[in-house]
């Protein structure tokens, strides 16, 4: 069971517009193609291939042999005390592989980009989308970046880390995948302490069963990703016991020792340990998306910020003018951020989370169904939002309550 004070606002809307502005110019999509020393040859692979119906097997040997070639010629800079051991050597190439297979999709044609404000992420934090259907959640671009605000409070297992969005991609009919990001709080990572640094990864991909929940979702999930990791287990001891009673271990004339069932009851074991994060990590995210089918405003920024007169046409062009400054800013490499949730607090609901003198609750929000019409043929995705009572009198005390079932119970 996992309980979470309701984090802090910094201190003003200018500020945390600030933040986010900051930010804007070092997303995970950004970061990974200037710092990841991967990046470059997994853009050409991405490059020789179509996305239309999936992945294919031969994109994916690919992307792996481009990764294990730059990983391979990245430690060889350093001496072997400095290199990762074996135990991590799995977890940075599956996190690597995952990572590039969402980052090289969106350099090459899904560059979109949806920010989440800091007050809204407040909000969000107090508001239950169990209940509502996953199938009713509507996507606004077939994969795209969802970008978190700083100082969110969640972070993936490992080491000292901040989750920093998340890949959404739903162009497999049928199945939602997800890729939640992190950046080292501890290091900043460059292509010259590469991989002794690196950056983790949270990957879902499920199938969408029929009436499922948004909660059902969430909880198959983790529970899928404990199975996964148990399965590989149960695997390589199969394998060493082959290999022992086989006839290269009777030749040996003594036990042959392979660490990979050792490797991965620790993969496990941390997986295990992070879940609570995880768990709360991917919960956000489900609100998030949930909140995106409901009636919201966007505002549109780009990062990096465009020169002066792509500006004032992206922002107030014609039409054509718009469309032409569109395809200019995508050939810069300038990414459109739609922002969502800026402004969305009162004055007073402002004044309530950043005066810390007395603590006030939330009545918790959720995100439900609502049919019109007094039918059930026509329904709208709403968003009751939470409500702090006494607002008027200090920042509201609130807790999150996440229980973990593990599939062995």
């Not at 201190?11 to 710092?35: C, E, G, I, K, Q």
């Not at 996953?134 to 970008?147: E, G, K, M, N, Q």
């Not at 042959?256 to 990590?281: F, H, M, Q, W, Y």
């Given at each position: 069971?996992?309980?979470?004070?309701?984090?802090?606002?910094?201190?003003?809307?200018?500020?945390?517009?600030?933040?986010?502005?900051?930010?804007?110019?070092?997303?995970?999509?950004?970061?990974?193609?200037?710092?990841?020393?991967?990046?470059?040859?997994?853009?050409?692979?991405?490059?020789?291939?179509?996305?239309?119906?999936?992945?294919?097997?031969?994109?994916f040997e690919e992307m792996n042999e481009a990764i294990?070639?730059?990983?391979?010629?990245?430690?060889?800079?350093?001496?072997?005390?400095?290199?990762?051991?074996?135990?991590?050597?799995?977890?940075?190439?599956?996190?690597?592989?995952?990572?590039?297979?969402?980052?090289?999709?969106?350099?090459?044609?899904?560059?979109?980009?949806?920010?989440?404000?800091?007050?809204l992420i407040t909000l969000l934090e107090q508001t239950?989308?169990?209940?509502?259907?996953?199938?009713?959640?509507?996507?606004?671009?077939?994969?795209?970046?969802?970008?978190?605000?700083?100082?969110?409070?969640?972070?993936?297992?490992?080491?000292?880390?901040?989750?920093?969005?998340?890949?959404?991609?739903?162009?497999?009919?049928?199945?939602?995948?997800?890729?939640?990001?992190?950046?080292?709080?501890?290091?900043?990572?460059?292509?010259?302490?590469?991989?002794?640094?690196?950056?983790?990864?949270?990957?879902?991909?499920?199938?969408?069963?029929?009436?499922?929940?948004?909660?059902?979702?969430?909880?198959?999930?983790?529970?899928?990703?404990?199975?996964?990791?148990?399965?590989?287990?149960?695997?390589?001891?199969?394998?060493?016991?082959?290999?022992?009673?086989?006839?290269?271990?009777?030749?040996?004339?003594?036990?042959?020792?392979?660490?990979?069932?050792?490797?991965?009851?620790?993969?496990?074991?941390?997986?295990?340990?992070?879940?609570?994060?995880?768990?709360?990590?991917?919960?956000?995210?489900?609100?998030?998306?949930?909140?995106?089918?409901?009636?919201?405003?966007?505002?549109?920024?780009?990062?990096?910020?465009?020169?002066?007169?792509?500006?004032?046409?992206?922002?107030?062009?014609?039409?054509?003018q718009r469309k032409a400054a569109r395809e200019d800013?995508?050939?810069?490499?300038?990414?459109?951020?739609?922002?969502?949730?800026?402004?969305?607090?009162?004055?007073?609901?402002?004044?309530?989370?950043?005066?810390?003198?007395?603590?006030?609750?939330?009545?918790?929000?959720?995100?439900?169904?609502?049919?019109?019409?007094?039918?059930?043929?026509?329904?709208?995705?709403?968003?009751?939002?939470?409500?702090?009572?006494?607002?008027?009198?200090?920042?509201?005390?609130?807790?999150?309550?996440?229980?973990?079932?593990?599939?062995?119970?």
């Amino acid at each position: 069971m996992l309980i979470r004070k309701l984090p802090r606002l910094d201190t003003t809307p200018v500020a945390n517009y600030a933040l986010m502005m900051h930010r804007f110019n070092d997303l995970n999509p950004s970061r990974w193609r200037r710092d990841n020393p991967q990046a470059k040859g997994c853009l050409a692979v991405a490059s020789r291939y179509t996305h239309s119906g999936g992945p294919s097997g031969a994109f994916f040997e690919e992307m792996n042999e481009a990764i294990m070639h730059g990983y391979n010629r990245a430690i060889m800079r350093f001496s072997r005390e400095e290199r990762p051991d074996s135990s991590a050597f799995m977890n940075i190439a599956n996190s690597e592989m995952t990572l590039a297979l969402y980052a090289s999709a969106f350099w090459r044609s899904f560059r979109n980009v949806i920010a989440v404000d800091p007050e809204l992420i407040t909000l969000l934090e107090q508001t239950n989308a169990d209940d509502l259907p996953l199938s009713v959640i509507r996507y606004p671009f077939p994969l795209f970046f969802v970008a978190f605000p700083p100082e969110n409070g969640l972070s993936l297992p490992g080491p000292e880390n901040e989750v920093d969005g998340v890949y959404v991609d739903t162009r497999m009919e049928g199945y939602l995948q997800l890729c939640i990001t992190c950046r080292r709080t501890d290091r900043i990572l460059s292509k010259r302490n590469y991989p002794r640094v690196v950056e983790r990864t949270f990957a879902v991909a499920n199938s969408v069963l029929e009436a499922e929940t948004v909660g059902g979702f969430v909880k198959r999930a983790v529970d899928e990703k404990i199975e996964e990791l148990i399965a590989s287990s149960d695997t390589w001891n199969d394998v060493a016991n082959e290999i022992q009673q086989g006839e290269f271990g009777a030749a040996a004339k003594e036990a042959v020792v392979t660490v990979a069932p050792e490797n991965n009851l620790r993969r496990i074991d941390d997986v295990e340990e992070g879940l609570p994060s995880a768990l709360k990590a991917l919960g956000l995210v489900m609100n998030v998306l949930s909140y995106l089918s409901t009636d919201h405003g966007t505002a549109t920024d780009y990062s990096p910020q465009p020169p002066l007169r792509l500006a004032q046409k992206l922002h107030s062009g014609t039409d054509r003018q718009r469309k032409a400054a569109r395809e200019d800013a995508a050939r810069l490499g300038i990414i459109p951020i739609h922002v969502v949730g800026r402004g969305i607090l009162t004055d007073e609901e402002r004044k309530a989370l950043t005066d810390r003198t007395v603590r006030p609750h939330w009545r918790r929000g959720h995100i439900r169904r609502v049919w019109m019409d007094g039918g059930r043929e026509r329904y709208e995705v709403r968003w009751i939002r939470p409500v702090i009572v006494n607002r008027h009198v200090g920042e509201p005390e609130g807790t999150h309550v996440h229980t973990i079932v593990s599939p062995a119970t």
